[in-house]
């Protein structure tokens, strides 16, 4: 069977940007048959993953880590994630991946890591403090990629540049490991098949609202480390909440309202996150209907479809968050089966690096 393997961090409320960027591809993935050339359904198992492992790498509050961490869950089955066709579970619940990172940190050249441009961007708020775990991040998201030799990883465009060290540590570890009648030997005696151990994936980037932007500043992505509330909209947000942080969120004073012009960049996320919310319509129909209105005409409308759109969902989350034992049992379900898969690959690894396994 294919896999297919993603995640997000629970270092704050969740917001538009991971909904649009993120997890609503999860779902529309869950919920569509894969099919090979010949139209054959192919099989794929799904496993989306609270990476509570990733939210320590900047600094953080062990009371907020663990709401944050519940909540995020509970919105992935409140955004439609189901676990009876997909595995949901908690990073830190599966101990492979801290150690296969491991692994992974001591075969990754440093100036991989440091030309990445999340680290540059978050080592820069620290200064001197700034923790070895943000610069190793990119070997835990391989990692975590690896474990279940992910065909296909959903991300938000701002995860490419780590999908692409993905692929280059995979293809690093299988030239140096995985090869040669040794390794065979190796296998052999293991019981397992010589083959590359890791597999390249591929990233799957949603092109319309793939990247949502900040409210206040049109070049800089939607975050949640932006110290700024006002910057996002969260998908818990009262709908007051919402319509305030449109009705004052940053545009312009240029007259109508354009898609794609690069000096306005405020204009083209604005259309983009009505588009993305309004599944159904198409760019031109949208066009039609605002091209020619105001700010002040556009932004109700705008504040509309987002509070009508995420209505829903906020009620489902707060079913299933309320039901915290039930919720704590699809997360068990969810890392039994994780672990079962991420076993396997850290064993094939540990085998192809030399090392001695336990009798
Ligand atoms: P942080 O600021 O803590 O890094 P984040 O908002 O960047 O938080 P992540 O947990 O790093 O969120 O990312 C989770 C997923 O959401 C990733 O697939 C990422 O590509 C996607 N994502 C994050 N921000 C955006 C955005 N503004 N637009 C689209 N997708 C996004
Ligand atoms: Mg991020």
Redesign the pocket.
């Known amino acids: 069977a294919e896999r297919v393997l ?1 995640g ?2 629970p ?2 409320s969740l ?1 538009l ?2 909904y ?3 997890i609503r591809q999860w779902v529309d993935f869950q919920n569509n048959e894969q099919k090979d050339d010949e139209g054959n359904v192919i099989p794929v198992e799904k496993f989306f993953c609270v990476v509570d492992l990733h939210a320590i790498t ?1 600094p953080h509050d062990p009371k907020e880590l663990r709401e944050s961490t519940l909540s995020s869950a509970a919105l992935y089955i409140a955004a439609g994630i189901d676990p009876a066709k997909s595995n949901i579970f908690v990073q830190s619940h599966v101990p492979a991946h801290s150690e296969l990172t491991w692994l992974l940190n001591c075969i990754t050249p440093l100036n991989w890591l440091e030309r990445m441009i999340q680290f540059k961007e978050k080592s820069k708020k620290q200064g001197e403090s700034v923790g070895v775990g943000l610069l190793t991040y990119p070997c835990l998201m391989a990692a975590d990629i690896i474990l279940y030799q992910a065909t296909k990883v959903p ?5 490419r540049q780590h999908l692409e060290i993905t692929r280059d540590i995979v293809r690093r570890f299988n030239d140096m490991f995985c090869k040669g009648n040794p390794y065979k030997k190796r296998c052999k005696e293991a019981g397992i098949p010589s083959r590359p151990v890791f597999i390249e994936p591929d990233a799957i980037i949603m092109k319309e609202g ?4 900040s409210l206040t500043d049109g070049t800089k ?5 932006d110290a700024n509330d006002a910057s996002r909209i969260n998908v818990l947000d009262p709908p007051q909440t919402i319509r305030d942080k449109i009705k004052r969120c940053k545009t312009d004073s240029l007259e109508g309202i354009e898609w794609d012009n690069p000096e306005r960049p405020e204009a083209t996320n604005l259309l983009n996150i009505y588009l993305a919310v309004q599944p159904g319509r198409t760019k031109e129909d949208i066009l039609e209907e605002v091209s020619e209105m105001s700010w002040g005409q556009f932004k109700p409308l705008l504040a509309e479809a987002v509070v009508n759109h995420l209505q829903p969902i906020q009620e489902r989350y707060y079913e299933v968050r309320n039901d915290e034992e039930k919720l704590n049992r699809i997360l068990k379900d969810g890392a039994d089966a994780a672990n079962a898969v991420a076993q396997q690959t850290l064993f094939a690894s540990k085998i192809a690096m030399g090392f001695v396994t336990p009798t």
Do not use: F, I, P
Request: net charge positive; glycine share 16%; aromatic share 0%.
């Open positions: 993603s997000v961090q270092t704050g917001h940007g991971n649009l960027g993120a900047m991300v938000g465009e701002d995860q793939a990247r949502v932007m992505k939607m975050s949640k480390s």
